[in-house]
């Protein structure tokens, strides 16, 4: 029998934000007398009430993107009722994020973006900059000087001596090798100043990304592959990096040399200066046909970089698996696919710049040999001396160099203004379940954050749970419904209840969104009769603990694993929390104890050892709901009795959810909830429901009959 909503069992119920606002509000709270603050949130006993700030932010913040959505069953049919394994890199259509213009508004957004996220480091890029003038200046001196000094050497060597007295080539020569050693120390400044500035900027780009990245919902994970995101964070951070810096001042440097050039051209004979010039107006009409295709295809290369990555990633993760399975053929095959399709795309973007550059090679030399050839005639006429042609020449080269110089940086610019929209992607993306953490940046800490009293009730270190009318499937499967279309469950506070049923029936779903990891579809679910749609996520994830049956380990020693529970906990508490979960059963036999490593994802440890690593992480973050997600299913009998005793301990005097499958954890639930397709279907005590001898009767038989 389903179970219906009577009552809110004594709750207090509060006013609910607008669906509009609430989606969108991290509960930043108004300042009133009766409000506790913590940090970016404020508990208030009355109830959560928005910002009018966060609420303009929310308003403002309604651009989305629509993205594909996994194909999936009818409700009966929804056979997993966990997020997809292999989920399209696409946005899920409940992925929100900022529209980024088109075209040329596109460049101009994101360069005047790439500018705000270099800003402090405006002192070096603008030294580096002092730098490049006194360099430039120094490099334009040059081929004046030695067309002077040329012109000195002829009219010396014709008229026997009738020149300047005292005149020295080689004085010149080494007073302007000074005036070079000068100029090279400025190229190093600029060097070592880009160098630092660009480190920083690729840095706290990194950090900001990641930041985003952190704040994201589960939907996000579910549309986008993590070797994507690495590859963004990793590669695209870099090619920014030369945006603002190198190719900045180099940029800046081709501008300088080149007018500084052409300026100096017009000076010594206009005549040379238009022929000069003649190659680049076609160049830079390339120019930009050239840095549209390359921002294309550069874009495609990263997500190309990304998948092959996201490949590595699940492979090395997976070794074992591919080992067992002799699978290093198959998985070495499709890894080389994804850089072949990488490589065949960078041979694309290779050949345009390479043609580009060809273009822009024989267009510059051609100018210079026109001019050559032009001004070996105006010496011949006597309309221009043989110092200022050599000069000319010069000046030629270095606004050729320069000119070319600049069509490799635009080349440039444009490959890392395609990163830098894949980067602005994710950072100003909004979640669809903002949080204290929304791209902050600075995340602060919020252990052992609790309910206010009022929310909490009159129970001690207990919370009533009430599911509403739920409704809710996948974003990556919205057609395929894994709970509803009216689920609705009660749990009284400090009651432990067994959530039983066969696989797809939509009991793991329940934990995620306990803990708010996705939105529902509609309906509600009330933690002491406050809807977690108006409580901050941070909040509502601080009052459960999930032990899963696969925990996840982080790489660290089994000491900083437990100490994930609750950073700012005491060395003592780390240690009870041990003892309570039986972790020294075990590292009191290692030589190293708790400072033991657990290795990547915890590879080092058994099942079981692991399983009593993550019940301790729990105990020591001390919440009021712990969640049991079949966290013995999959251990043998000795271990599963020292697991069992941690759980004992770690929810005595909780409200429990227990989902499981073995007879020994059902009987011990105070109530047992019976699901079938995303819909309760028989509730009860173990004895009412075998008496009942249907659903649960039947799994029971069937679980017998299987062992």
């Given at each position: 029998m389903e179970t219906k909503d009577d009552t809110d069992r004594g709750a207090t119920t509060v006013p609910r934000m607008t669906t509009s606002s609430a989606n969108l509000v991290m509960v930043a709270l108004r300042r009133s007398p009766s409000c506790a603050h913590n940090k970016r949130f404020v508990v208030c006993d009355r109830s959560y009430v928005p910002s009018r700030s966060i609420i303009r932010r929310a308003s403002s913040s309604t651009s989305t993107t629509t993205d594909r959505n996994g194909g999936g069953n009818n409700e009966n049919d929804a056979s997993d009722s966990s997020?997809?394994?292999?989920?399209?890199?696409?946005?899920?259509?409940?992925?929100?994020?900022?529209?980024?213009?088109?075209?040329?508004?596109?460049?101009?957004?994101?360069?005047?973006?790439?500018?705000?996220?270099?800003?402090?480091?405006?002192?070096?890029?603008?030294?580096?900059?002092?730098?490049?003038?006194?360099?430039?200046?120094?490099?334009?001196?040059?081929?004046?000087?030695?067309?002077?000094?040329?012109?000195?050497?002829?009219?010396?060597?014709?008229t026997g001596g009738g020149g300047d007295e005292g005149f020295s080539p080689l004085a010149v020569s080494l007073g302007l090798f000074g005036l070079t050693g000068t100029a090279g120390l400025g190229v190093y400044a600029r060097s070592l100043m880009l160098n630092v500035a660009g480190n920083r900027i690729v840095s706290r780009i990194r950090r900001r990304l990641f930041a985003s990245i952190l704040s994201q919902d589960s939907a996000f994970f579910d549309a986008n592959k993590s070797g994507d995101l690495i590859s963004r964070l990793a590669?695209?951070?870099?090619?920014?990096?030369?945006?603002?810096?190198?190719?900045?001042?180099?940029?800046?440097?081709?501008?300088?040399?080149?007018?500084?050039?052409?300026?100096?051209?017009?000076?010594?004979?206009?005549?040379?200066?238009?022929?000069?010039?003649?190659?680049?107006?076609?160049?830079?009409?390339?120019?930009?046909?050239?840095?549209?295709?390359?921002?294309e295809r550069q874009n495609s290369v990263q997500k190309l970089h990304g998948k092959a990555t996201d490949i590595a990633e699940e492979v090395f993760g997976g070794m074992k698996t591919v080992q067992s399975f002799n699978a290093q053929g198959l998985e070495y095959d499709r890894y080389a696919t994804a850089v072949t399709a990488?490589?065949?795309?960078?041979?694309?973007?290779?050949?345009?710049?390479?043609?580009?550059?060809?273009?822009?090679h024989v267009a510059a030399n051609g100018a210079v040999l026109l001019v050559m050839g032009y001004g070996g005639t105006l010496v011949l006429a006597g309309e221009l001396s043989a110092g200022d042609l050599t000069g000319f020449l010069m000046y030629s080269l270095l606004m050729a160099g320069n000119v070319s110089s600049l069509s490799g940086t635009y080349t440039e610019v444009m490959k890392s203004i395609a990163a830098a929209g894949r980067l602005f992607e994710i950072i100003d993306r909004v979640p669809k379940i903002p949080s204290s953490f929304q791209?902050?940046?600075?995340?602060?800490?919020?252990?052992?954050?609790?309910?206010?009293?009022f929310v909490r009730g009159k129970h001690k270190g207990s919370i009533s749970i009430k599911f509403d009318g739920i409704r809710f499937a996948y974003p990556a499967r919205s057609d395929a419904l894994v709970l509803g279309p009216d689920f609705s469950l009660d749990i009284d506070a400090g009651e432990n209840i067994a959530l039983v049923g066969g696989s797809g029936s939509g009991k793991s779903t329940i934990s995620l969104l306990l803990t708010r990891l996705y939105n529902l579809d509609s309906g509600r679910i009330l933690?002491?009769?406050?809807?977690?749609?108006?409580?901050?996520?941070?909040?509502?994830?601080?009052?459960?603990?999930?032990?899963?049956?696969?925990?996840?380990?982080?790489?660290?020693?089994i000491y900083d694993n437990i100490r994930y529970g609750r950073p700012s906990a005491s060395d003592a508490e780390i240690l009870?929390?041990?003892?309570?979960?039986?972790?020294?059963?075990?590292?009191?036999?290692?030589?190293?104890?708790l400072e033991t490593q657990v290795g990547s994802r915890g590879t080092?440890?058994?099942?079981?050892?692991?399983?009593?690593?993550?019940?301790?992480?729990?105990?020591?973050?001390?919440?009021?709901?712990?969640?049991?997600?079949?966290?013995?299913?999959?251990?043998?009998?000795?271990?599963?009795?020292?697991?069992?005793?941690?759980?004992?301990?770690?929810?005595?005097?909780?409200?429990?959810?227990?989902?499981?499958?073995?007879?020994?954890?059902?009987?011990?639930?105070?109530?047992?909830?019976?699901?079938?397709?995303?819909?309760?279907?028989?509730?009860?005590?173990?004895?009412?429901?075998?008496?009942?001898?249907?659903?649960?009767?039947?799994?029971?038989?069937?679980?017998?009959?299987?062992?």
């Amino acid at each position: 029998m389903e179970t219906k909503d009577d009552t809110d069992r004594g709750a207090t119920t509060v006013p609910r934000m607008t669906t509009s606002s609430a989606n969108l509000v991290m509960v930043a709270l108004r300042r009133s007398p009766s409000c506790a603050h913590n940090k970016r949130f404020v508990v208030c006993d009355r109830s959560y009430v928005p910002s009018r700030s966060i609420i303009r932010r929310a308003s403002s913040s309604t651009s989305t993107t629509t993205d594909r959505n996994g194909g999936g069953n009818n409700e009966n049919d929804a056979s997993d009722s966990s997020p997809p394994s292999r989920p399209s890199p696409e946005p899920s259509p409940s992925s929100p994020s900022i529209d980024l213009p088109s075209g040329d508004d596109d460049k101009g957004f994101i360069m005047r973006r790439l500018y705000e996220i270099a800003k402090p480091e405006r002192t070096l890029i603008l030294a580096s900059a002092g730098t490049l003038a006194v360099t430039s200046s120094i490099t334009l001196l040059l081929p004046y000087a030695c067309g002077q000094v040329l012109d000195a050497a002829i009219l010396e060597a014709t008229t026997g001596g009738g020149g300047d007295e005292g005149f020295s080539p080689l004085a010149v020569s080494l007073g302007l090798f000074g005036l070079t050693g000068t100029a090279g120390l400025g190229v190093y400044a600029r060097s070592l100043m880009l160098n630092v500035a660009g480190n920083r900027i690729v840095s706290r780009i990194r950090r900001r990304l990641f930041a985003s990245i952190l704040s994201q919902d589960s939907a996000f994970f579910d549309a986008n592959k993590s070797g994507d995101l690495i590859s963004r964070l990793a590669n695209d951070s870099w090619y920014v990096r030369s945006a603002v810096t190198t190719e900045a001042v180099s940029g800046l440097r081709g501008v300088v040399m080149s007018a500084g050039s052409t300026s100096l051209l017009f000076y010594t004979s206009p005549t040379l200066a238009m022929i000069s010039l003649l190659s680049i107006p076609p160049v830079f009409l390339m120019a930009r046909v050239v840095g549209r295709r390359l921002k294309e295809r550069q874009n495609s290369v990263q997500k190309l970089h990304g998948k092959a990555t996201d490949i590595a990633e699940e492979v090395f993760g997976g070794m074992k698996t591919v080992q067992s399975f002799n699978a290093q053929g198959l998985e070495y095959d499709r890894y080389a696919t994804a850089v072949t399709a990488a490589h065949d795309k960078e041979v694309d973007v290779g050949k345009i710049k390479a043609a580009f550059d060809g273009v822009v090679h024989v267009a510059a030399n051609g100018a210079v040999l026109l001019v050559m050839g032009y001004g070996g005639t105006l010496v011949l006429a006597g309309e221009l001396s043989a110092g200022d042609l050599t000069g000319f020449l010069m000046y030629s080269l270095l606004m050729a160099g320069n000119v070319s110089s600049l069509s490799g940086t635009y080349t440039e610019v444009m490959k890392s203004i395609a990163a830098a929209g894949r980067l602005f992607e994710i950072i100003d993306r909004v979640p669809k379940i903002p949080s204290s953490f929304q791209n902050t940046g600075d995340f602060g800490s919020l252990d052992g954050i609790r309910l206010d009293p009022f929310v909490r009730g009159k129970h001690k270190g207990s919370i009533s749970i009430k599911f509403d009318g739920i409704r809710f499937a996948y974003p990556a499967r919205s057609d395929a419904l894994v709970l509803g279309p009216d689920f609705s469950l009660d749990i009284d506070a400090g009651e432990n209840i067994a959530l039983v049923g066969g696989s797809g029936s939509g009991k793991s779903t329940i934990s995620l969104l306990l803990t708010r990891l996705y939105n529902l579809d509609s309906g509600r679910i009330l933690l002491n009769g406050q809807d977690i749609a108006d409580i901050d996520p941070a909040i509502v994830r601080g009052q459960v603990g999930v032990v899963s049956q696969e925990p996840l380990l982080f790489s660290g020693s089994i000491y900083d694993n437990i100490r994930y529970g609750r950073p700012s906990a005491s060395d003592a508490e780390i240690l009870d929390a041990a003892r309570a979960a039986h972790v020294t059963h075990f590292t009191d036999a290692l030589p190293r104890g708790l400072e033991t490593q657990v290795g990547s994802r915890g590879t080092q440890l058994s099942g079981g050892q692991k399983q009593r690593v993550a019940i301790a992480r729990v105990m020591l973050k001390d919440p009021p709901i712990c969640v049991l997600d079949e966290a013995t299913s999959a251990l043998d009998a000795r271990s599963e009795y020292h697991i069992n005793q941690a759980l004992h301990a770690m929810t005595k005097g909780r409200t429990v959810i227990s989902i499981a499958h073995r007879l020994s954890t059902i009987r011990e639930a105070d109530r047992i909830a019976v699901l079938k397709g995303g819909r309760i279907v028989e509730t009860g005590t173990f004895d009412e429901l075998i008496r009942l001898k249907s659903t649960f009767h039947r799994l029971v038989e069937q679980q017998l009959t299987n062992s």
